[in-house]
DNA sequence: TTTTCACTTTAGAATAATTATAAACTAGAA
DNA sequence: TTCTAGTTTATAATTATTCTAAAGTGAAAA
C-alpha cells in the first residue's frame, strides 16, 4: 500500500490526514502480511521507528477511528490487553501463548460441517475459531 | 450439588472451606445450569444474596483458586473484564452482546470439518468457537 | 481442650490499561 | 491569508485487577 493510498483511505473514512495518523497508517498498513498488535506494542514499534514521538492518547485515538472506519479488526486474546488486526476480513487464528503471538487462519481453511440453530430470535452474526496451541 | 460436596470439593483441591469459600462455593455450585459471571457481577449478586459482605479481595482470590483449582474456567468475550464459568468441560459460546450474555454450546453440538494444522512444531491445545448473536 | 501457626481475609494502596479533559495546534475550506 | 472544526497532547481520571501487610481463623498437634 503506497502513500497515495494511505492518504485516500483516510480521506475516505473521513479521518483527515494528519502527521500522525499518515505515519501510524503507513506503518500498519504498508506491509504484506496481516499485523496482529495492542496498543502497547504498537508504540513500542513507533518509538524505535520514527524520530519524533507520538502521543500515547492520540495512538489510542487513532486505532480507534481506524477500528471504527473499518481498517482494523479488534481479536479477542485471552488477557487484559486489547488486539487489533489489520486483517479485517473474515477470518480465525492460532494463538501461541508461549510468544502471545496470533496468526492467521484463512477462513476457507476451517469447515464447520455442524453449527447450533442461534437461540430465541436471534441471528448469528460471525462465527470466530480459536485454536489454542502448545509445544 | 449439596454442602457435603462443597466441602468436599474444597477439601479435595487442598482449599480450606472457610466461611467465604464456601458461601461463594455454594452460590456457584449449588445450581442446574452453568454459570457464566465477572467478579464484578458476581460481587453485586453475593451482596444481594448474602447477610454479611465478603470482602472483593477474597472474591478475586477465591476465583482465582477455584480457577486453577479447575472448579472454574475463564472464557473470553470481547470487553475489558474478565468472565468466568462454572462449566469447566469443553465447550463452545453463543455470544448475545445485547445483553452482554453467555449461551453456552455443547461440544457435540459443533463439528468442525476441516482445521489446518498447526505450525512449526506446535501442537493443537484446544478449539475455541465462539458465535456472535444479532438480532 | 487448648495451643499453635500456616493459611486466609481484609482494607486500602498500588498497578496497568484505557478513557476523559481541556488547552494548544493545524488542515484545509473559504 | 484567515478562520475554525477537528486533532494532538500532557495530564488527570477511571476501571479492572493485583499487592501488601495486619488481623483473623481452621485444623493439626500437644
Ligand atoms: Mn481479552
Ligand atoms: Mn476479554
Ligand atoms: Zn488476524
Ligand atoms: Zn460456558
Request: hydrophobic share 40%.
Given at each position: 500500500?503506497k502513500?497515495i493510498d494511505i492518504?485516500k483511505?483516510?480521506?475516505?473514512?473521513?479521518l483527515r490526514?494528519t502527521?500522525?495518523?499518515?505515519?501510524?497508517?503507513?506503518?500498519?498498513?504498508?506491509r504484506?502480511k496481516?499485523?496482529?498488535f495492542?496498543?502497547e506494542s504498537l508504540?513500542?514499534?513507533?518509538i524505535?521507528?520514527?524520530?519524533s514521538k507520538i502521543?500515547?492518547?492520540?495512538?489510542?485515538?487513532?486505532?480507534?477511528a481506524f477500528?471504527?472506519?473499518?481498517?482494523?479488526?479488534?481479536?479477542?486474546?485471552r488477557?487484559?490487553?486489547?488486539?487489533?488486526?489489520?486483517?479485517?476480513?473474515?477470518?480465525?487464528?492460532?494463538?501461541?501463548?508461549?510468544?502471545a503471538e496470533?496468526?492467521?487462519?484463512?477462513a476457507?481453511d476451517?469447515?464447520?460441517?455442524k453449527?447450533?440453530?442461534?437461540?430465541?430470535?436471534?441471528?448469528?452474526?460471525?462465527?470466530?475459531?480459536?485454536i489454542n496451541?502448545k509445544?
Open positions: 500500500m502513500k492518504l483511505k483516510l480521506r475516505s473514512s473521513r490526514p502527521k500522525q495518523r499518515v505515519e501510524i497508517a503507513k506503518f500498519l498498513f504498508e504484506e496481516t499485523f496482529h495492542t496498543v508504540n513500542k514499534l513507533l524505535k521507528k520514527l524520530a502521543a500515547l492518547a492520540t495512538i489510542y485515538n487513532t486505532v480507534h477500528k471504527t472506519a473499518g481498517h482494523l479488526s479488534e481479536v479477542e486474546v488477557g487484559n490487553k486489547t488486539y487489533f488486526d489489520t486483517n479485517v476480513s473474515n477470518h480465525h487464528h492460532f494463538y501461541d501463548s508461549e510468544n496470533l496468526i492467521d487462519i484463512d476457507n476451517i469447515v464447520i460441517q453449527i447450533p440453530k442461534a437461540p430465541n430470535g436471534k441471528k448469528i452474526k460471525n462465527v470466530e475459531v480459536f496451541l509445544n
